[in-house]
């Protein structure tokens, strides 16, 4: 049955085990995957203090966490398991998230993002403001966007 709900924190190594496969899925080379597990490792502690959703369809198949900084909010993690990508897992994490945005009275986010994902926020309704370099490989320019549909 599918449902969306709240992370549980031990939880924590079966959402970075999904987001890892998920950016292996965009065929990126090994050093890059060894960067990646060490920068978007998701613990206990983000689950606990961020808003951390999963989707399951009998098994966890995605999950999305906001982190909420002094000064702007970002979707730190949007990553479905790549046998369900194309399922519309990925939409219905989408207005999800919006929706908790919205009750957490949250007016905008940031989303610092792969080339590949940048259509899919775009078509969710999220707007370019701008590029930054990664964090996983010097000299590499990744979009930055901002949504800004939540008032």
Not at 8 to 17: A, R, S
Not at 98 to 113: A, D, G, M, P, Q
Request: proline share 4%; aromatic share 14%.
């Amino acid at each position: 049955m599918l449902d969306i709900r709240r992370a549980k924190p031990y939880e924590h190594q079966i959402l970075t085990d999904i987001a890892i496969k998920s950016e292996a899925y965009w065929g990126n080379n090994s050093d890059y995957m060894d960067k990646f597990k060490s920068v978007y490792k998701v613990t206990e502690e983000f689950i606990c203090h961020n808003p951390t959703f999963v989707i399951e369809d009998d098994n966890i198949v995605g999950f999305y966490g906001i982190l909420i900084d002094d000064k702007e909010v970002f979707l730190e993690y949007l990553f479905i398991e790549p046998k369900s990508i194309g399922r519309g897992y990925g939409k219905l994490l989408w207005i999800h998230l919006v929706n908790t945005c919205k009750s957490l009275r949250i007016e905008e986010f940031v989303i610092v993002t792969s080339p590949q994902a940048k259509e899919f926020y775009l078509k969710m309704g999220a707007i370019p403001f701008g590029e930054v370099e990664s964090l996983l490989k010097k000299g590499r320019i990744i979009p930055r966007l901002i949504y800004t549909g939540l008032v």
